[in-house]
């Protein structure tokens, strides 16, 4: 079963506005909650990552934001520009002897100019 | 310094044929890890590989494997191909085993016919 659940499939913003897309998660076990960021014909990069020890990360444009009690976290592009037209992938993990990435399914990203 | 290298970059195959796919980790990493991404999912995890020792595997049949060198390059096998194999594999890698950020090289575009 889908161990990380992400919304919206698809989204579209104008320049210069707020995107954000929310994660959910069961298996409390998880520690750790990277944001992927994937451009067509390319691997996923990563964006930002946060640890469950903190309800709030920012760098740059980017801030996660992260609810424990609701197992949910979500992430937020401020003055969302073209150039931000992408597929984002949220993802966790959790150490089992390995350090495997659970994915979401990933929000397509289109910025209007 | 050279990011994750992953060759060759397309391949064509048909059914029941055999496949191997190459990963060159980033300079100083000793783990690498394998995900499947089919068109429109995020990446499945198939194979993490520390110090050329299976540490974690998905749920992907036998027909999967894998193994990594000395240099810690690594190499992904998939036997007796199935159309549902077709995919952009990926591979990932990091500098150690636990709790680290996982770096994805621009991966390998399947299609088994």
């Known amino acids: 079963q889908q161990q990380v659940k992400q919304s919206p499939q698809s989204l579209i913003v104008q320049k210069g506005g707020i995107s954000i897309i929310n994660c959910a998660y069961e298996n409390t076990a998880f520690d750790y909650f990277p944001w992927y960021q994937q451009f067509p014909g390319k691997g996923p990069a990563l964006l930002i990552a946060?640890?469950?020890?903190?309800s709030e990360k920012k760098e740059g444009r980017f801030t996660i934001s992260f609810n424990k009690s609701a197992k949910q976290f979500s992430l937020h592009i401020m003055d969302s520009q073209p150039g931000d037209s992408a597929t984002y992938f949220c993802?966790?993990?959790?150490?089992?002897?390995?350090?495997?990435?659970?994915f979401g399914t990933g929000t397509r990203l289109t910025v209007i100019p | 310094d050279a990011g994750v290298t992953q060759s060759p970059t397309h391949l064509i195959k048909t059914r029941g044929q055999h496949v191997t796919l190459r990963c060159s980790p980033i300079?100083?990493?000793?783990?690498v890890s394998w995900y499947q991404q089919v068109l429109g999912q995020g990446p499945q995890f198939i194979f993490q590989?520390?110090?050329?020792?299976?540490?974690g595997r998905g749920n992907f049949p036998d027909r999967f494997s894998a193994r990594q060198f000395p240099n810690y390059s690594s190499e992904l096998n998939v036997n007796a191909l199935l159309l549902g194999d077709s995919a952009l594999y990926l591979c990932?890698?990091?500098?150690?085993?636990?709790?680290?950020?996982?770096?994805f090289g621009p991966g390998t575009r399947l299609l088994v016919l």
């Open positions: 993802a966790a993990s959790m150490w089992t002897g390995a350090n495997n990435l659970f």
């Open positions: 946060i640890r469950p020890d903190v």
């Open positions: 590989y520390y110090e050329k020792e299976e540490r």
């Open positions: 990932a890698s990091s500098p150690g085993l636990a709790g680290e950020t996982q770096y």
């Open positions: 300079s100083g990493h000793k783990s």
